[in-house]
């Protein structure tokens, strides 16, 4: 909508949204989004079309893909198929990241041979006692020889039950902060390593969220990511790469709602005419529209710096803060022009006001990224 796209591009969203609407709509029903449970089927398809590895570099199994190029693709698949299903089925792309910016030809090639065979990899950052403070991680690598030893607990790793590898961060030295934070691949099968609780969400119902813990978990050396160190570095940089991607998720379920809320009130009447004929609710379905098509121009705009190198933190941050702000504001205006209805899982909007929620907490949460911006602010600005 009102962008200029390549014929080529327009093809990626035809072909993304012909398969959200005949793949994933019809296999993410209601009932199955409140089981949660996981259609392997589905992922299966996904791998084959190339939505899992889209962004990934063809030598070790992706598609190569620009980032502008999988923003438009997860455009369509959040907006006519389920964000949180997408969200599980693209955490390998999180997962190398970090090994696509240090690790060795090694590495990449040996982590890449998962995702060529359809395994699900998974990032583990967050821990119960530190989500926003990061750096403050309690996981701990201890150097045994030509070992890792790994002891901690790690929570809300997205796709964490699902996955057959995960890039974990640990510290080699705690009194560092984020200095000592160092990160390491790890197979699902090495001993001590085991699938904690299964989180019970309110949105991103069919992404699974787990804990891990690992005891006494033993890596050799080669699967050290980077420099002791670096660790913090290597995964806030793929962080940067990647923050237009999962914004556009938030766009999607906004625009999502809007198209829901317009037909709706186009149909329900209420003193003798459709509510769309009330002036005041056209104001409010304008300002919907207004501010999720300036959300929209801002994460395409990050998108298309980033492909031509330019690597904008700030921009990143703000991208991220304002698309999930609108896409709560827009999703929650929806639920209030469906009225009743609108709270009933019967009707659309209630799982986009859900599925929304999640976009202003994960990533860094929305207060985090305004510390990061007014941060730059004060740096920038004499
Ligand atoms: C569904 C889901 C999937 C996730 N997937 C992953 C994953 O795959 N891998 C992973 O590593 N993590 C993942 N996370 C973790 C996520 O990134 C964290 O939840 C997030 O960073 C917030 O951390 P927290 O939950 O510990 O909140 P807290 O850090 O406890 O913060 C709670 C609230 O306080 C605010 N706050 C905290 N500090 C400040 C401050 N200094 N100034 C102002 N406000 C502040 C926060 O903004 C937040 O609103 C996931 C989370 C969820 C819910």
Redo the contacts with the bound molecule.
């Keep these: 909508m009102s962008i200029s796209l390549t014929e080529d591009q327009i093809a990626l969203q035809q072909m993304a949204r012909d398969f959200a609407i005949k793949e994933i709509a019809p296999v993410i029903t209601k009932e199955r989004e409140q089981s949660g449970e996981f259609p392997w089927e589905l992922y299966q398809k996904m791998f084959d079309a190339g939505y899992s590895t889209m962004g990934l570099p063809e030598e070790y199994g992706g598609g190569g893909l620009s980032i502008f190029e999988q923003l438009l693709i997860n455009e369509q698949l959040s907006q006519y198929g389920d964000v949180g299903f997408l969200a599980s089925c693209s ?1 390998g792309e ?1 997962a190398f990241g970090p090994i696509l910016n240090g690790g060795t030809e090694e590495q990449k090639k040996y982590y890449g041979k998962f995702i060529q065979e359809g395994k699900i990899a ?5 821990e119960p006692e ?5 750096a403050s991680i309690r996981t701990t690598a201890v150097r045994d020889g030509d070992e890792y030893v790994l002891n901690g607990t ?1 929570c ?3 796709s964490g039950g699902l996955a057959s590898i995960y890039t974990i961060l640990a510290t080699v030295d705690r009194s560092k902060g984020y200095k000592g934070i160092t990160c390491f691949m790890v197979e699902r099968d090495r001993p001590g390593l085991t699938v904690g609780k299964e ?1 019970d ?1 309110m949105g ?1 119902r069919m ?1 699974n ?1 787990v804990d891990l813990i690992l005891e006494d978990v033993r890596v050799p050396v080669d699967h050290r990511i980077g420099e002791e160190g670096q660790g913090f570095y290597l995964a806030m940089k793929n962080l940067d790469r990647t923050r237009p991607i999962g914004s556009i998720g938030a766009i999607a379920l906004a625009q999502a709602a809007i198209d829901h809320t317009v037909r709706y009130t186009k149909v329900r009447k209420t003193f003798g005419k459709p509510i769309i004929e009330n002036q005041a609710v056209q104001h409010i379905l304008a300002d919907m529209q207004i501010k999720t098509t300036a959300a929209r121009h801002l994460c395409y705009n990050a998108a298309r710096m980033i492909d031509e190198g330019v690597l904008d933190s700030e921009l990143g941050s703000i991208t991220k803060t304002f698309c999930s702000d609108i896409a709560m504001e827009v999703t929650t205006n929806a639920v209030q022009l469906f009225g009743g209805y609108g709270y009933c899982r019967d009707y659309p909007v209630e799982k986009l006001f859900r599925d929304a929620k ?1 976009f202003a ?8 990224q305004r ?1 990061v911006i007014a941060k730059k602010m004060m740096k920038r600005i004499n």
């Design positions: 955490s999180m998974a990032f583990a950052l967050t530190s989500g926003s403070d990061a790690k809300f790793v997205t989180e969400k991103f992404s969220t999640l907490i994960f990533e860094g949460a929305n207060q985090i510390n």
